[in-house]
């Protein structure tokens, strides 16, 4: 038992302290039965969705889809950093918007990171990238974040009427990360060398493999642009690259494509934080939000400030939920200024969201620097600036 202990790194630790904190109020009562199964019963459709999708991610990867679109990024800029620039932009915010926050994460991050390994790029610039469009650019689409997909039954909005709402607060979101992207880590001062070498495209390991990968992201973007179950598009789309990986290269199929670790987390969260929210949080919350600014002005932006401060202090999904409470039932305006506050705003410190903490796992590992204050500073003012200027656009929208 010692042995498995040790072998678990600290972010494992916390997730099973946390479900078994969570299991311990349910046994001893704190949290009755029916409110812990009522919880369980809201987030299942979500654990489907977070496990088929990052199976399905995994896969894509391991398909080299997006280490081709990687390279050809590359190509395309010719050694230019700002044409560069905007081609990472763009592609680490559609990854965002189609395929989760956490996907952006775990799996552009790696693949930016090897791309500046062989262009000669600054690897911070694009580390950088993935980490605040992950948290920046996942407003658009109940599938970006966590956060928008628990706010669904509570907004009753469809996919395209949530979308029709945020598509605005998006933009400015992701434009006013760009600014701070630029002037940060990207502008001459910065980066380093003027210009970058090229990388030479390869040939895929499997081009079978790789159309079927294709066919499978264009099919579960399909699948949501028709409004279909979030979580069937994504099982759809993960048991077509199962299959394909079953058919090509069976050695890609092993227990470690399963995200028990995401799952594990979320389980706790859903345990720890309802018990917290009967014993004093949610009168706090309640305090602090306030409701006398009503949906709009001061009160969208309290709530979004709210949201972004304790997602930084306690990470962004118990910010959520714990504030979600204190928000009155049908101020819609409200609530999505509560998801541009915890999405946008966490940003500022290394466990302010899972994203964030899974890439500060992968720049440890693959020996990147991140210097800590200079972190923490360019963080309150992307968060200080965009926060308020997305909410700006949401109560423009309204």
């Not at 400015?172 to 990360?177: C, E, Q």
């Not at 999405?343 to 210097?371: D, H, K, M, Q, Y």
Request: glycine share 8%.
């Amino acid at each position: 038992m010692s042995d498995v202990l040790r072998r678990l790194s600290v972010l494992d630790r916390i997730r099973f302290g946390l479900l078994g904190l969570g299991l311990l109020f349910v046994a001893t009562g704190l949290l009755p039965l029916q409110e812990a199964w009522s919880e369980m019963e809201r987030i299942a459709p979500i654990l489907l969705f977070l496990a088929a999708v990052i199976v399905l991610a995994d896969l894509v990867k391991e398909a080299q889809l997006f280490d081709v679109i990687a390279t050809r990024l590359a190509v395309v800029g010719r050694g230019n950093h700002v044409a560069l620039f905007l081609l990472c932009t763009a592609f680490a915010s559609l990854v965002t918007v189609f395929l989760n926050l956490d996907t952006t994460v775990v799996l552009l991050t790696p693949v930016m990171l090897a791309l500046a390994a062989r262009t000669g790029i600054a690897a911070l610039p694009l580390a950088m990238t993935t980490l605040w469009l992950a948290n920046t650019a996942a407003l658009l689409l109940p599938v970006s974040n966590l956060t928008n997909l628990l706010a669904m039954e509570r907004l009753g909005m469809s996919a395209r009427e949530f979308a029709g709402r945020l598509w605005l607060p998006q933009l400015v979101s992701i434009a006013v990360t760009m600014v701070f992207l630029w002037l940060f880590f990207w502008r001459r001062g910065r980066r380093g060398a003027a210009r970058y070498e090229p990388p030479v495209p390869g040939p895929v390991a499997d081009p079978v493999l790789f159309r079927i990968a294709v066919s499978a992201c264009v099919l579960f973007v399909a699948a949501i642009l028709l409004e279909l179950p979030i979580q069937f598009a994504a099982l759809g789309g993960a048991a077509l690259m199962i299959a394909a990986f079953a058919w090509r290269d069976r050695s890609k199929l092993t227990l470690a494509l399963f995200p028990w670790q995401l799952l594990v987390f979320v389980v706790g969260l859903f345990l720890v934080v309802p018990t917290l929210s009967r014993y004093g949080l949610a009168s706090v919350m309640s305090s602090l939000v306030g409701t006398s600014g009503g949906p709009g002005g001061d009160g969208a932006y309290r709530v979004a400030a709210v949201g972004a401060v304790l997602s930084n202090l306690i990470n962004n999904l118990p910010a959520y939920t714990v504030v979600e409470h204190a928000i009155p039932q049908g101020s819609r305006d409200l609530l999505l200024a509560l998801l541009i506050g915890t999405n946008a705003g966490s940003v500022i410190t290394p466990w302010a969201s899972l994203a964030t903490l899974l890439w500060f796992e992968w720049c440890r590992r693959r020996g990147v620097r991140v210097p800590m204050l200079r972190f923490v500073l360019t963080g309150t003012v992307l968060v200080a600036a965009g926060v308020t200027a997305t909410v700006t656009a949401l109560l423009l929208t309204a």
